[in-house]
């Protein structure tokens, strides 16, 4: 069973940054593909980005690329969201997700961090 706790969230002004953290503890955390998912009010819950469990791949949502960083230390079990450019419609509750090997059969979420971006 996998724990995964996210930290880092918070209110930041548009155009502002913020860097998420999500710690994992009771697997093997380099096993795990790592991706930050987000979910606004009314909304439904999507992706933001992934990095493979190799560390060699990253993916990033249309609506993030290029302003948002997706990182990973194995070292500290802990992967990373560095957020720049931060715009209003960033405003969501942000979710940490484990998936071994990145096959989709055993995944973990995490309890999630707010992240509020004022205009």
């Known amino acids: 069973q996998v724990q995964l706790v996210e930290s880092g969230g918070g209110l930041v002004q548009a155009g502002g940054s913020l860097r998420l953290s999500c710690a994992a503890s009771?697997?093997?955390?380099?096993?795990?593909?790592m991706r930050w998912f987000r979910q606004a009010p009314g909304k439904e819950r999507e992706f933001v980005a992934i990095?493979?469990?190799?560390?060699?791949?990253?993916r990033y949502s249309d609506s993030v690329k290029g302003r948002f960083t997706i990182s990973r230390d194995n070292a500290k079990n802990t992967v990373y969201l560095q957020m720049n450019s931060l715009k209003p419609e960033d405003t969501a509750v942000y979710y940490c997700?484990?998936?071994?090997?990145?096959?989709?059969?055993?995944?973990?979420w995490g309890q999630g961090t707010q992240v509020t971006v004022s205009s």
């Open positions: 990095i493979a469990w190799s560390g060699y791949s990253t």
């Open positions: 997700h484990a998936d071994r090997y990145g096959l989709g059969s055993t995944t973990y």
């Open positions: 009771g697997g093997t955390f380099s096993t795990y593909s």
